[in-house]
């Protein structure tokens, strides 16, 4: 019986480690959404860079900026995640750049399954 309350208790554990510890993000640009592993103690600047991959720098990650959607708010590269209390399941909207002091327009298709207007 101990060992059974045992296995439960790390079972539990881990899973509890797993499910603070990560954080699933979608960030939105036009009508496209990437979808971004993380750890709380990553930056904004390595959210940037995963999409940048996810691109073949297509998008170069110090071309665009990501935004909370509802303040607008541009997260600055060194922030962390969990400094910023970015949740898992989060949506972010991402803009690139169009000049040197200019950045294109919030432009984002809403996602018909979790953007259901109230």
Known sequence: MALSSLLFSLVWFVDDYFVHSF???RIKRHSQTFFITCNPDH???YVKEQIALATKDELKAD???????KKGTVLTDDA?????????????HMVSK???????????FPDPISDKSS
């Not at 071309?63 to 959607?69: E, G, H, K, V």
């Not at 962390?80 to 972010?92: F, N």
């Not at 169009?98 to 984002?108: M, Q, Y």
Request: net charge negative; glycine share 0%; aromatic share 6%.
């Open 23 to 25: 954080r699933y993000l």
């Open 43 to 45: 930056t904004i600047k």
């Open 63 to 69: 071309q665009m900026r990501l935004l909370l959607p």
């Open 80 to 92: 962390t995640i969990q400094t910023l209390e970015i949740k898992s399941d989060t949506v972010l």
């Open 98 to 108: 169009i000049s040197d002091n200019e950045w294109e327009p919030v432009d984002v």
